[in-house]
């Protein structure tokens, strides 16, 4: 069974950083592609950046040039580094797991919410 934690939100004031961590158990983590998708209320959830097996990524738009993503596959947990935060970075952050062309599996997630 695959599980995947959370961890490393808070609410930050706007300018700050934060380092969300996604550790995964249950699957071969190194041949899995990962991400985070965010929530914001009253919102759909929408893809904030996304990780390859490889190591390819690609981000949202509104997060370029202030958000990393990245994976270390000895400790089957990925990162997102969020920098220069926005009011409007306010969101439940969620882990994914792309565990083959049609499943995907989700985290519980992390409320990140940046005060102005």
């Known amino acids: 069974q695959v599980h995947l934690v959370e961890s490393g939100g808070g609410l930050v004031q706007a300018g700050r950083s934060l380092r969300l961590s996604c550790a995964a158990s249950?699957?071969?983590?190194?041949?899995?592609?990962m991400g985070w998708y965010r929530q914001a209320p009253g919102k759909q959830r929408e893809l904030v950046a996304g990780?390859?097996?490889?190591?390819?990524?690609n981000y949202a738009d509104s997060v370029k040039g202030r958000f990393t993503i990245s994976r270390d596959n000895a400790k089957n947990t990925v990162y997102l580094q969020m920098n220069s935060l926005k009011p409007e970075d306010t969101a439940v952050y969620y882990c994914?797991?792309?565990?083959?062309?049609?499943?995907?599996?989700w985290g519980q997630g992390s409320q990140v919410t940046v005060s102005s």
């Open positions: 994914y797991a792309d565990l083959n062309r049609r499943e995907r599996s």
């Open positions: 249950g699957i071969i983590f190194s041949n899995n592609a």
């Open positions: 990780i390859s097996s490889g190591g390819s990524t």
